[in-house]
T-cell receptor, first 112, second 112 residues
Framework: AQSVSQHNHHVILSEAASLELGCNYS??????LFWYVQYPGQHLQLLLK??????LVKGIKGFEAEFIKSKFSFNLRKPSVQWSDTAEYFC??????????FGKGTKLSVKP | NAGVTQTPKFRVLKTGQSMTLLCAQD?????MYWYRQDPGMGLRLIHY???????AKGEVPDGYNVSRLKKQNFLLGLESAAPSQTSVYFC???????????FGPGTRLTVT
């Protein structure tokens, strides 16, 4: 069965610091990969997605992710975080029925 | 265009009570999903539907039933609520193909 691992449970950064959140998936075939963000008290919103093509994917709010097939990884990055980026971030892979298989999430706290 | 809506937003149940959560979409998507979100667990798939009149079990279906009598609605039922079903429930829809899932705002359920 497919699975997704997110390496960090809670990350604390100061504003302007760079961010990298790790994500590894288990499936070795064709994958569709997603990063979702959940701001406090809100529903999930899509940050970015990868289906094929350029392995460096740019999303909303300055986020990007790199798909490295050989490492089964899809890490999320942002060069300079803001206080408003405080949220929980979920990596996910597309399942066989169009569902999403989620990692356990990484909470990001940005100190002003 | 409301997207994906969920009713109710909050609910407190006593153990053994029953209730139905409603997910409604105006996006004409074929696929609909129910997930539950628990701290440190990410989102897990309860049940899903690939079209009107169809339902299937996901990763954690026990204690839940679903129905998809109309394309736009996906109902999640708890026949006899248990404290272990205290969670936030999210509905999502999906058009198929190279598109992402769209999430509703969630229902926070507490079972005492």
């Amino acid at each position: 069965a497919q699975s997704v691992s997110q390496h960090n449970h809670h990350v604390i950064l100061s504003e302007a610091a760079s961010l990298e959140l790790g994500c590894n998936y288990s499936y070795g075939g064709t994958v569709n990969l997603f990063w979702y963000v959940q701001y406090p008290g809100q529903h999930l919103q899509l940050l970015l997605k990868y289906f094929s093509g350029d392995p460096l994917v740019k999303g909303i709010k300055g986020f990007e992710a790199e798909f490295i097939k050989s490492k089964f990884s899809f890490n999320l990055r942002k060069p300079s975080v803001q206080w408003s980026d405080t949220a929980e971030y979920f990596c996910s892979v597309g399942g066989s029925q169009g569902n999403l298989i989620f990692g356990k999430g990484t909470k990001l706290s940005v100190k002003p | 265009n409301a997207g994906v809506t969920q009713t109710p937003k909050f609910r407190v149940l006593k153990t053994g009570q029953s209730m139905t959560l409603l997910c409604a979409q105006d996006m004409n998507h074929e696929y609909m999903y129910w997930y539950r979100q628990d701290p440190g667990m990410g989102l897990r798939l309860i049940h899903y539907s690939v079209g009107e009149g169809t339902t299937a079990k996901g990763e954690v279906p026990d204690g839940y039933n679903v129905s998809r009598l109309k394309k736009q609605n996906f109902l999640l039922g708890l026949e006899s609520a248990a404290p272990s079903q205290t969670s936030v429930y999210f509905c999502a829809t999906y058009a198929g193909g190279l598109y992402e899932q769209y999430f509703g705002p969630g229902t926070r359920l507490t079972v005492t």
